[in-house]
Each structure stands twice: as C-alpha cells, then as structure tokens.
C-alpha cells in the first residue's frame, strides 16, 4: 500500500469535516419547526431535489450571479470553486484509472503525482496531464485575483472588500497556499522525473536545472498537505463555512422553507452561508452615499455568527432593501435583521461552545405578555357611516397635504362613494413600532385601525402613504382590497372614471422602496404618469431604485447623514434634469425636496392638476362648457 | 381629633442635584443629538398621538433633563414611533431613538435604582 506520513494532516482535516458536516446537520434539522420538517422531506423525494442540484451547479459552483452582477469578481468565485471541484473529480478519475487500484482512498487523488512521479508520459496519459495541469492553471488565475483584491480591491471591480477577523486571515492564508504548494510540489517532482505537462513540466524542468528537485519537492508535499488540513479544520469557525452551508440553504429554499419571525435553523443556515463576497456593501446607500461601512449585511451576519451583540448594527439600516436583490446566495437579508431587531430586548440567546464550533441556543426567554395595554388611550370606535371606498392618508401624508388635498380633488371628480378615514388625523399604522422590533405594541395599533376600518363597511382601502400600503397587505387582516392612491388612480384611468389632460413637462419617476422592492407596485405609477406626461428614465429604475434616505426603518442614524444620503440621491435621480422630479410616498417627497432644487411632487398631484372636473349639474344649468379647472401647482 | 383644614404640604422644591440624571446621560452617552433640542414644541405640535391625549415629547424632553424621571417612564410608551416629530424638527435631533432609548433605560434596573 502506498502511504507516506505527509498526508496525515490532510487525512485529519478530511475527516473531522466530514464528521462535523454530519453532526452540524443533524442539529439544523432537529432544530428546524415541524412543518418545515415536512417540507425538507417532501422537498428531499419531489422535484426540488432536481432544482437545488441545478442551483448548486448553477450558484456555487458556476457563481452565475455574481459572473453577472460583476463579471471579474465573478471569475475569481468561479474559478476557485468550479476549478477545485473538476480538480477534485479528474483527479479522482485520475487516481481510479491510473493509480495501482480502484477506489483509492480521497489522499491518493489529492497526491497523486507524489504516489506515481512517473505517470503522464505518453500519448493518453500526457493528454490527461495536460487537462490536470489546465485545471490547476485555471485555479491559480483566480487566486491571482483574489490576492490582487484582497490589497486592491478595485482591481476586481469592488469599492470596498470586507475586513476580516483573524481566525479568518489564518484560513485565508491557507487555502492561499494548498494552490501554489501543489504547483511547486508537482512541479518539483515532475523535475525530478522529467515528467508533467505544459504547466508542472516545464516549471518542473526549469527549477530542476538549478535546485535540487527531489530533495526539495518532499517538503512542499508537506506543506500541500498541511495547508489543506488547515484550512478543512479551521472552516467551521471561519466564514468558509459558507462553502456547505450554501448547500444546505439551496436545498432548504427550494424545499419551500422561508424565513419567517423567530432565529431558528433557516436563518442560522442563511448566516453561515454568507461568503462576506461585500456585494451587499457597494449596494448601501449608507456606505456610497454618507460613508457608513459597518453596518452592512456582510457585518451584520459576521457579529451573528460570532455571537456578537448586534443592537446597534441591525437597527443602524435604512430597510431599503437593495441588499435583499443583490445577495448572489439569495439570503434574506432584511428578514433576518428583523429577527435581530426583534431580539434587542428578548427572544432566545445564543452561545458559541466548542471554541466557536457550534452555535446552541440557549432557550427561549421571550417574556409572557403581560396584558398591559400601551394604546388603551385610544377611543373606542364608534359605528361609522358606510362607504364603498375609505381614504386612509396616514402620518406623513398629513405633513404633505399637498398629497390628501390632490386625493380629494381625485376622489371627488371620479364620483364614487368615498369618505375620509382619518381626515383629523388617526393613528399610526403600526409599521413604524414594526420596523423598530416592537411586534407586539404595533399590534395594538393594527387592531385599532383594523376596527375602523371593518366598520366603515366600505370594499376598498386606498392609501397614500406606501409604508402604511405595506402593512395593510402584510400584517393586517383584512377581507378587503387595498391599494395605493397610484394603483386606485390607474384603475380610475381604466375604467375611464375620471379624465384628464396632457402636461408637456418631462418628468423622472423616482421608486419609493416599500412601494417598489418591498411590494412589487412598479408599473401602475409608471403608467398612470405616461397618462399626463413625458416620462423619462433616471438610470434607478424599478429593482435598482435609490432609497430617499428619509426611511423610517432606521432609528440610529444622524440627520446630517441623512441628508447626505437624501442629497446625493437627489442628485443621481435629476441626473438628466427633468423639470419635475416624481415620486408616490409623502416621505421621499418630503425628503428629496429638502436635497434638490428641482421641483419634487407626488403622483397625486401631477394627476390632480391634469384631471378634469366633470361637468356638475350647477354649471349645466348655466350652459358653460366643460373647462378645465386651472391648478397652477407648478 | 380635630381637624382645622390645615395639613402639611409636601414640599415642592424642585432639587437639580439630587434629581436622577442617569437616564439623561444614558441617552445623551448613545445619541448626541438630544442635547441640540430648543424646546421650540414642533414635535408636540406634529405628534400622531398628541391628537388623542396630552403626550408632548417637548415636555418629556425637558423632564428628562431636569431628572424628573417619574413622569417620563409612565408617558414615554404612548408614543407610536411614527416618525412625524424626526421630519419637523428643525435641529435635526433624532427624537426616534431618544424615545426608544429612553424605554429601554427604564428597563435596565442599575439605571434608576435610585
């Protein structure tokens, strides 16, 4: 039998992952809810089993997304994770074909040119030298890149890269060297044997002309071996995790498996599958627009893993969600900071055992509600009169009554049966305590809201305010439709209820993001816009759109930083100077008007100001004609 | 015994150096904004729940200061974060996280053990 003590190490990295890989897995799954239990064995046996080996192929090893989003950085993922494994698979064939027999143990693959110096001469055999040594070339090209970028990382098309804990740099370092020992080491001994293709083989030769290849190749074989047990043994702790947590988390998801509102498996998966690639960190607004770098997802889910307290960083983000459409691993960043924000005060405590092996929770210690009512001063609803379409403006549409004047207008010249649910002003929608982690306050806000609205009997809920739009879809229960005022004005347009004229002016449509992102409204505004003007495009469109920074999902950040976000948002928005700058939340109005000399206003009012006002019985009577009421809102 | 309709009164110095500055400091230590306040009323003018009841964070701020610490533990929880009060203020003090800070000051007892 061939065996040498320099593959120890290797053998001991190599094992102990594969045992922890069992024993990690099996906690996850004990750990998981019991419907979700269901769903990964039905997910297991049924057609996502087909998916997921697609995704992987696809996603972790391809790296497809990010070859997209940033085709260098891309090449870089790609060619260390798709090149080792076809290294590991032809070098597997390899050692099965070659070697003295079949089914070798994995060390004979790995060091197959140290068990049989004189293969890969002639004819086949030099051929599948040749594929080896392309491989291996393949693999080092990337990790060029990935040294470039770790000093540079614009060189690869990244403002920022992540930085790093130490237990990471160590790793880092040796999954740096298993590529360049394995050079040397087959080089060395392709030297000595004359042996090795275009790669090995003539690196091999050349070294050999004036080193003394034999003696030296045997240490390099020790430091392949070392290098490789390292890093097996360290990426448990390290964000290399990432590399089988990825696995796990494409089988999950496609199994149907969400995140939901509680730390469990799922999210723990999701934050050991994050390769902190720093995607995440060109996208914040907070770090291009006001400078703001450690609050990024990447950060957040490292203080996660590290059993870190996290107040600070998950409450310190805009919510925005650009992040959420980025992430090449698709881990549902803004679900689980939620769960984080939520976990500020209560919720189930974690701790890292094993020297950070293994992350236990540490039991539920959520308190039992106490009954105590924070809203009891709210009044008791009353029996309203019954309407078919209720108003809700909400909060920050009463700091812009522009907006619920143009509603009214609106509403009155569609003709329909409508009334004004919080006309003196009513109460929060509840989104805001949300957004903060305070579940439980906001649900007395929504059963409030929720009884006015029952008892107004009406069929349809419209609203202007895109963050109330969102609760009401999300967290209410409600047996009615609900719409924001830019899809309630695009089915007044539809169904020809009011009419309107042409405004020459050229305007930019700007995509509030709990509007956009976070409920997918994206073409009624744009269409409901095309009604009454020139619409043109801001370069942030749809998914891509910019936050106005006035968000109400960040409670830590400075108003001067802010600002700063609001202005350089502004900026790129009237890029190409339209002569009005649109949007459909009274926040971003509010926000961007501030930042930008260009005039700002809402959907509401560009329709209000074009529509026309139905002839009333009082001027038929006096024979005019049907004039156009003049608004000179601009 | 008879009583003459006279009685003691409390007294009703109000005493700065004995008063609780702790949740103050505790606030002010995580969000340098709150010492940019005016007291010009803008927040209490603009505030969701004000409309119902008479919830003023002016009013909780100035206590707050002073370290009349009673009032604003019972008060500050009526407040629904709705972010009104952040948009008017004309310092840019970031009431939001004053008012969260606050209830979680309450809430750690080596605060206000006094």
């Known amino acids: 039998m061939q065996f040498d003590p320099f593959v120890i190490p290797f053998n001991i990295g190599l094992y102990f992952i594969l045992i922890y890989a069992v024993v990690r897995s099996i906690i996850w799954f004990r750990d998981l809810s019991r419907p979700d239990k269901l769903r990964l064995q039905r997910g297991f046996f049924g057609k996502a089993f087909g998916q997921s080996l697609k995704e992987i192929f696809l996603e972790s090893l391809i790296h497809r997304k990010i070859l997209r989003t940033n085709p260098r950085l891309g090449y870089m993922h790609m060619s260390l994770a798709f090149g080792w494994f076809l290294l590991i698979l032809f070098g597997t064939i390899e050692a099965d074909i070659f070697g003295e027999k079949h089914l070798n143990p994995p060390y004979k693959a790995i060091f197959f040119k140290f068990f049989n110096p004189e293969h890969g001469i002639t004819g086949f055999e030099a051929a599948y030298a040749f594929l080896m040594d392309l491989i291996l070339l393949f693999i080092l090209s990337g990790l060029f890149l990935a040294v470039i970028k770790r000093f540079t990382p614009k060189v690869v098309g990244m403002k920022k890269s992540t930085k790093l804990k130490s237990l990471d740099k160590l790793a880092l370092t040796s999954l740096w060297l298993i590529f360049p020992a394995r050079l040397i080491a087959e080089s060395l001994t392709s030297g000595e044997y004359s042996t090795g293709s275009f790669l090995t083989g003539s690196i091999g030769s050349w070294l050999a002309t004036f080193l003394p290849a034999g003696e030296l190749a045997y240490p390099?074989?020790?430091?392949?071996?070392?290098?490789?047990?390292?890093?097996?043994?360290?990426?448990?702790?390290?964000?290399?995790?990432?590399?089988?947590?990825?696995?796990?988390?494409?089988?999950?998801?496609?199994?149907?498996?969400?995140?939901?509102?509680?730390?469990?498996?799922?999210?723990?998966?999701?934050?050991?599958?994050?390769?902190?690639?720093?995607?995440?960190?060109?996208?914040?607004?907070?770090?291009?627009?006001?400078?703001?770098?450690?609050?990024?997802?990447?950060?957040?889910?490292?203080?996660?893993?590290?059993?870190?307290?996290?107040?600070?960083?998950?409450?310190?983000?805009?919510?925005?969600?650009?992040?959420?459409?980025?992430?090449?691993?698709?881990?549902?960043?803004?679900?689980?900071?939620?769960?984080?924000?939520?976990?500020?005060?209560?919720?189930?405590?974690?701790?890292?055992?094993?020297?950070?092996?293994?992350?236990?929770?540490?039991?539920?210690?959520?308190?039992?509600?106490?009954?105590?009512?924070?809203?009891?001063?709210?009044?008791?609803?009353?029996?309203?009169?019954?309407?078919?379409?209720?108003?809700?403006?909400?909060?920050?549409?009463?700091?812009?009554?522009?907006?619920?004047?143009?509603?009214?207008?609106?509403?009155?010249?569609?003709?329909?049966?409508?009334?004004?649910?919080?006309?003196?002003?009513?109460?929060?929608?509840?989104?805001?305590?949300?957004?903060?982690?305070?579940?439980?306050?906001?649900?007395?806000?929504?059963?409030?809201?929720?009884?006015?609205?029952?008892?107004?009997?009406?069929?349809?809920?419209?609203?202007?305010?895109?963050?109330?739009?969102?609760?009401?879809?999300?967290?209410?229960?409600?047996?009615?439709?609900?719409?924001?005022?830019?899809?309630?004005?695009?089915?007044?347009?539809?169904?020809?209820?009011?009419?309107?004229?042409?405004?020459?002016?050229?305007?930019?449509?700007?995509?509030?993001?709990?509007?956009?992102?976070?409920?997918?409204?994206?073409?009624?505004?744009?269409?409901?816009?095309?009604?009454?003007?020139?619409?043109?495009?801001?370069?942030?469109?749809?998914?891509?759109?910019?936050?106005?920074?006035?968000?109400?999902?960040?409670?830590?950040?400075?108003?001067?930083?802010?600002?700063?976000?609001?202005?350089?948002?502004?900026?790129?928005?009237?890029?190409?100077?339209?002569?009005?700058?649109?949007?459909?939340?009274?926040?971003?109005?509010?926000?961007?008007?501030?930042?930008?000399?260009?005039?700002?206003?809402?959907?509401?009012?560009?329709?209000?100001?074009?529509?026309?006002?139905?002839?009333?019985?009082?001027?038929?009577?006096?024979?005019?004609?049907?004039?156009?009421?003049?608004?000179?809102?601009? | 015994m008879e009583k003459f309709g006279f009685k003691l009164s409390k007294p009703r110095v109000i005493d700065f150096d004995r008063n609780d500055k702790s949740v103050a400091e505790f606030i002010h230590a995580n969000e340098p904004s709150f010492r940019l306040c005016i007291e010009c009323g803008g927040c209490s003018a603009t505030c969701t729940a004000g409309n119902f009841i008479p919830f003023s964070l002016r009013e909780l701020h100035i206590l707050l200061k002073r370290g009349e610490t009673e009032k604003v533990k019972d008060n500050i929880e009526k407040c629904m974060l709705c972010g009104k009060c952040s948009l008017v203020c004309p310092r840019g003090v970031n009431t939001r996280n004053i008012i969260e800070l606050a209830k979680r000051a309450f809430k750690i007892p080596e605060l206000h053990a006094v």
């Open chain 1, 220 to 634: 390099f074989w020790w430091l392949y071996s070392l290098s490789l047990g390292t890093f097996f043994i360290l990426l448990p702790v390290t964000r290399y995790l990432h590399i089988p947590a990825e696995l796990f988390l494409i089988f999950m998801r496609n199994s149907g498996i969400r995140t939901g509102d509680k730390a469990g498996s799922y999210s723990e998966i999701q934050a050991h599958s994050c390769s902190s690639c720093g995607i995440c960190i060109d996208q914040c607004q907070m770090n291009f627009s006001a400078g703001i770098n450690n609050i990024q997802p990447a950060y957040l889910i490292k203080a996660i893993r590290g059993n870190e307290d996290t107040s600070e960083i998950a409450m310190n983000c805009l919510m925005c969600g650009r992040c959420d459409q980025k992430c090449p691993v698709g881990i549902e960043i803004s679900a689980v900071r939620m769960i984080q924000r939520r976990e500020v005060y209560s919720g189930p405590e974690f701790r890292n055992t094993w020297k950070g092996y293994f992350r236990l929770r540490n039991g539920d210690h959520t308190p039992k509600p106490n009954g105590h009512h924070v809203y009891d001063y709210l009044p008791e609803v009353a029996a309203a009169e019954k309407t078919d379409i209720l108003y809700f403006a909400g909060c920050m549409t009463h700091l812009t009554p522009a907006v619920s004047r143009s509603m009214v207008k609106i509403l009155d010249a569609s003709g329909l049966k409508w009334s004004f649910l919080d006309k003196d002003g009513g109460a929060c929608c509840g989104r805001p305590l949300m957004l903060a982690g305070n579940d439980r306050e906001a649900r007395e806000l929504i059963n409030h809201t929720s009884e006015l609205i029952w008892k107004s009997g009406a069929h349809t809920l419209v609203t202007s305010c895109p963050i109330c739009y969102k609760v009401f879809r999300e967290s209410y229960y409600l047996d009615i439709e609900v719409l924001h005022h830019t899809q309630f004005i695009k089915n007044l347009i539809d169904e020809d209820l009011v009419r309107m004229n042409f405004l020459h002016k050229r305007v930019a449509y700007h995509t509030p993001c709990e509007l956009g992102r976070g409920t997918q409204v994206y073409n009624e505004p744009k269409d409901v816009i095309r009604h009454v003007a020139i619409l043109e495009e801001t370069g942030y469109e749809d998914e891509n759109s910019l936050c106005c920074g006035g968000s109400l999902g960040n409670i830590k950040i400075s108003y001067r930083d802010r600002q700063k976000i609001a202005v350089d948002a502004a900026a790129r928005l009237t890029s190409r100077n339209p002569e009005i700058l649109i949007t459909s939340c009274p926040l971003c109005k509010k926000t961007l008007s501030a930042a930008t000399p260009t005039k700002v206003a809402d959907i509401s009012e560009i329709v209000a100001e074009a529509v026309i006002i139905p002839k009333t019985e009082k001027t038929s009577l006096k024979h005019s004609l049907p004039v156009a009421e003049a608004v000179n809102i601009f």
